[in-house]
């Protein structure tokens, strides 16, 4: 209650994943909007989040619940249930974040994104994706995500072949 004049959009996650019951009681007794992020890995933990009456939004994250099908159905069991989602990330390249950054260009019941899990790698072997201009972020004009890995850097990995 102490932090509502300070105008806090949300508040992620405030209590441990598993607490869904301590969640809801959280929503309940505060004035500022809470999201969901570490409770919800799939379609199934967001039925049962918005079903609770836990959280005021979800954070979805393609690199924990495995990819765009799954954060689509997310999105929909959020949409049925009113409760509006994010798109958060770990730090993926911009290959993964190009996604991301699609599926938040496609989905209007997606409030809000945090893109930036790239800013800090000390090599980006990334070409065409997403472009960031200061907290702007631009999709290329291209097919599908438009990003894909250089294959200079691909050669440099270690690898072998299996038969």
């Known amino acids: 209650r102490g932090l509502a004049?300070?105008?806090?959009?949300?508040?992620?996650?405030?209590?441990?994943?598993?607490?869904?019951?301590?969640?809801?009681q959280v929503r309940a007794a505060s004035s500022i909007p809470i999201m969901a992020d570490e409770s919800v890995f799939d379609h199934h933990?967001?039925?049962r989040l918005t079903a609770a009456g836990a959280c005021?939004?979800?954070?979805?994250?393609?690199?924990?619940?495995?990819?765009?099908?799954?954060?689509?159905k997310i999105d929909a069991v959020a949409q049925a249930a009113g409760v509006r989602c994010m798109v958060g990330c770990m730090w993926e390249t911009r290959l993964?974040?190009?996604?991301n950054a699609h599926l938040v260009s496609a989905?209007?019941?997606?409030?809000?994104?945090?893109?930036?899990g790239c800013t800090g790698h000390a090599f980006d072997?990334?070409?065409?994706?997403?472009?960031?201009?200061?907290?702007?972020?631009?999709?290329p004009d291209?097919?599908?995500?438009?990003?894909?890995?250089?294959?200079?850097f691909l050669q440099g990995l270690e690898h072998f072949t299996t038969e």
């Open 5 to 24: 004049p300070f105008g806090i959009e949300y508040c992620e996650q405030p209590v441990a994943a598993w607490d869904v019951d301590g969640l809801r």
């Open 45 to 47: 933990d967001a039925h």
């Open 56 to 72: 005021d939004y979800l954070n979805i994250k393609l690199a924990k619940c495995g990819g765009l099908g799954t954060a689509l």
């Open 96 to 99: 993964a974040l190009s996604a």
């Open 107 to 116: 989905r209007p019941n997606i409030a809000f994104a945090d893109l930036d």
């Open 125 to 139: 072997p990334v070409q065409g994706g997403i472009t960031y201009d200061g907290g702007r972020i631009e999709l």
């Open 142 to 152: 291209t097919p599908g995500h438009g990003a894909d890995i250089e294959d200079e």
